[in-house]
């Protein structure tokens, strides 16, 4: 009895510290969202302990993780990703990264939602080396939004 005691209490705080340390990594799973002065709702991203904005989005209705990258001209998805959302070829292309140049298929995406904020008919790149399960927020959404950065917080409005 007392050995699962203790075990039960290492699940409960492994658990406990599992999301805690996830909240962290991604501050903004439930995303802010405030009224601005002109009647439209802003999502407000907390930067998180690496100095990224890290968000919650939908992709086609299904739930990926979004990386805020004003520097990606496309929304960008790895192949795990794209394979997940079900999506299939593309035109072939080539861009230019951080990591050089890489192969990429271009692709449109139905719909993009941060928040409130959707856009539908978004370019977006299938980078195939891209590793994880991230999305990188490039500027085929981001584009007709205004970001303005106060201290820790990015807010993104229409």
Do not use: C, K
Not at 36 to 56: C, D, K, M, S
Not at 97 to 116: F, K, Y
């Amino acid at each position: 009895m007392f050995a699962l005691f203790w075990v039960t209490v290492l699940v409960m705080l492994t658990l406990y510290f599992s999301g805690f340390l996830d909240r962290q990594r991604n501050p903004n799973q439930d995303l802010s969202l405030v009224v601005g002065a002109n009647g439209e709702r802003e999502v407000l991203l907390q930067r998180n302990r690496q100095g990224h904005y890290l968000a919650t989005g939908l992709i086609n209705g299904q739930e990926v993780e979004f990386l805020v990258d004003t520097g990606a001209t496309y929304v960008a998805l790895s192949a795990a990703v794209a394979n997940r959302l079900g999506l299939e070829g593309g035109i072939p292309a080539r861009s230019h990264t951080a990591a050089g140049i890489v192969r990429t298929w271009l692709v449109e995406l139905d719909s993009v939602q941060l928040g409130p904020i959707r856009r539908t008919g978004v370019a977006a790149s299938i980078v195939p080396d891209m590793p994880g399960e991230g999305v990188l927020l490039g500027m085929s959404f981001l584009r007709d939004l205004e970001l303005s950065q106060r201290g820790d917080t990015l807010i993104i409005r229409p």
